[in-house]
């Protein structure tokens, strides 16, 4: 998947599930500024970080993958 679709999928779910990019970003302790860079499609998210971000917001990975036309 591409790094902007990773942002766009994970800032979508995390506004869906009520979480502010503070919120998120400390509940997987990491700094805001990278939270920013992932969403804005600037950094590609790690695997063991995708996995704390689809625990966290109770999303299976399959779900942040499945694209909508």
Same mark, same amino acid.
């Given at each position: 998947? $591409? ?23 400390? $509940?997987? =302790?990491? *700094?805001? *500024?990278?939270?920013? $860079?992932?969403?804005?499609? =600037? ?6 970080? %995708?996995?704390? %971000? *689809?625990?966290?917001?109770?999303? *299976?990975?399959?779900?942040?993958? $499945? %694209?909508?036309?």
């Amino acid at each position: 998947m $591409e790094t902007e679709q990773w942002g766009r999928r994970i800032r979508a779910f995390r506004k869906l599930k009520g979480y502010t990019q503070a919120d998120l970003a400390k $509940e997987l =302790n990491i *700094s805001l *500024s990278i939270l920013g $860079e992932i969403e804005r499609g =600037n950094r590609l998210p790690a695997d063991e970080l %995708i996995k704390k %971000i *689809s625990d966290t917001l109770g999303v *299976s990975i399959d779900e942040f993958m $499945e %694209i909508r036309d």
